[in-house]
C-alpha cells in the first residue's frame, strides 16, 4: 500500500488519463492504491507477443513502443507517452498478447492487474463499473476508427489503389538512386505497411 504522499500523486496523474476519465477522486485514489509502479529501462519488454494477457499498463513517464512481430524482426506499430494505456483488453478476456510493449525510454508503468481488477468488478466496485464502462467505450471508438477506414478504402478501390501505385513509384525512384536498382513490388509494398495483394492492372 502507498504512503499517503504518494498515493495522493499518483491519483493526482491517474485521474488525468483518458482511461481513467470521469471517476470521482475517491474512486481514483482506490485504483491508485492497487496499481503497481515500476521503472522500467530502455529496451525492457513490458509483455511479449502471445504472453499472458494478466495487466493493463499505463505510461507515467518516458515511451514506449508497441511491435509486431515479422518474422525474426519487429515492426514498431507505434510509440506512446505520459497518459496512453495498453494491454486494457487483457483486462477483459485474459488472452494471450496479441503484440509487444517494450520501454523506448527510462519509463515509470503503472500496472493494474486482472485480478484485482476482476476483484473490483466482483465486489461491486464503483471504481471497477466506471473503468469497464470507460474501455468498452475506447474500443468501441477504435471499431469506429477501423469501419471507417474499411469504408473509405472499400467504397473507392480504384483510389486506394491509385495511391498505392503513386507511393511505390516514388520508393522506386527512391531506392535507384540510393543503390541503383529497385526492389521487387512485394518488398515495395511492405515498405509502405500494405500487406494485402495487388490488384491487376485494369489499363
Same mark, same amino acid.
Not at 28 to 48: E, F, N, S
Not at 102 to 123: M, P, S
Not at 147 to 154: K, L, T, V
Given at each position: 500500500?502507498?504512503?499517503?504522499?504518494?498515493?495522493?500523486?499518483?491519483?493526482?496523474?491517474?485521474?488525468?488519463?483518458?482511461?481513467?476519465?470521469?471517476?470521482?477522486?475517491?474512486?481514483?485514489?482506490?485504483?491508485?492504491?492497487?496499481?503497481?509502479?515500476?521503472?522500467?529501462?530502455?529496451?525492457?519488454?513490458?509483455?511479449?507477443?502471445?504472453?499472458?494477457?494478466?495487466?493493463?499498463?499505463?505510461?507515467?513517464?518516458?515511451? *514506449?513502443?508497441? %511491435?509486431?512481430?515479422?518474422? $525474426?524482426?519487429? !515492426?514498431? =506499430?507505434?510509440?506512446?507517452?505520459? #497518459?496512453?494505456?495498453?494491454?486494457?483488453?487483457?483486462?477483459?478476456?485474459?488472452?494471450?498478447?496479441?503484440?509487444?510493449?517494450?520501454?523506448?525510454?527510462?519509463?515509470?508503468?503503472?500496472?493494474?492487474?486482472?485480478?484485482?481488477?476482476?476483484?473490483?468488478?466482483?465486489?461491486?466496485?464503483?471504481?471497477?463499473?466506471?473503468?469497464?464502462?470507460?474501455?468498452?467505450?475506447?474500443?468501441?471508438?477504435?471499431?469506429?476508427?477501423?469501419?471507417?477506414?474499411?469504408?473509405?478504402?472499400?467504397?473507392?478501390?480504384?483510389?486506394? *489503389?491509385?495511391? %498505392?501505385?503513386?507511393?511505390? $513509384?516514388?520508393? !522506386?525512384? =527512391?531506392?535507384?538512386?540510393?543503390? #541503383?536498382?529497385?526492389?521487387?513490388?512485394?518488398?515495395?509494398?511492405?515498405?509502405?505497411?500494405?500487406?494485402?495483394?495487388?490488384?491487376?492492372?485494369?489499363?
Amino acid at each position: 500500500m502507498a504512503q499517503p504522499n504518494q498515493l495522493e500523486k499518483k491519483a493526482a496523474f491517474l485521474a488525468q488519463v483518458p482511461l481513467i476519465r470521469g471517476l470521482d477522486i475517491k474512486l481514483v485514489t482506490i485504483l491508485a492504491d492497487i496499481m503497481q509502479v515500476h521503472k522500467v529501462p530502455p529496451g525492457q519488454y513490458l509483455c511479449r507477443t502471445g504472453g499472458p494477457g494478466d495487466a493493463c499498463y499505463v505510461v507515467g513517464h518516458g515511451q *514506449i513502443d508497441i %511491435l509486431a512481430e515479422e518474422g $525474426e524482426e519487429e !515492426r514498431v =506499430l507505434a510509440t506512446l507517452g505520459p #497518459g496512453h494505456a495498453v494491454g486494457e483488453i487483457s483486462l477483459l478476456d485474459g488472452k494471450p498478447r496479441s503484440a509487444s510493449v517494450r520501454a523506448k525510454t527510462e519509463c515509470v508503468i503503472f500496472a493494474l492487474k486482472r485480478d484485482d481488477f476482476d476483484q473490483l468488478l466482483n465486489g461491486g466496485n464503483p471504481a471497477g463499473m466506471k473503468l469497464l464502462d470507460n474501455m468498452v467505450q475506447e474500443l468501441a471508438q477504435r471499431v469506429r476508427i477501423v469501419d471507417n477506414r474499411y469504408i473509405d478504402i472499400f467504397s473507392k478501390p480504384g483510389d486506394t *489503389i491509385a495511391e %498505392l501505385s503513386q507511393r511505390r $513509384e516514388q520508393l !522506386r525512384e =527512391l531506392q535507384a538512386a540510393v543503390v #541503383g536498382a529497385p526492389q521487387s513490388d512485394d518488398d515495395l509494398m511492405k515498405m509502405i505497411g500494405y500487406t494485402g495483394h495487388l490488384a491487376p492492372s485494369s489499363k
